[in-house]
């Protein structure tokens, strides 16, 4: 599943089972983008 960030980059998950799953993720973060709450995953580290 491939989606564009707020800075323009485009970014792919893998790993999903099925298409099933990959569409529910695609829907989750399009909702997420819609409400401005989604976060880019190269955020999700932890800062040191």
Do not use: C, K
């Amino acid at each position: 599943m491939r989606y564009r960030l707020d800075d323009g980059t485009i970014f792919t998950e893998h790993g999903f089972t099925g298409q099933d799953e990959a569409d529910n993720r695609a829907a989750d973060v399009e909702s997420d983008q819609h409400r401005r709450r989604f976060i880019d995953p190269a955020w999700s580290g932890i800062a040191s």
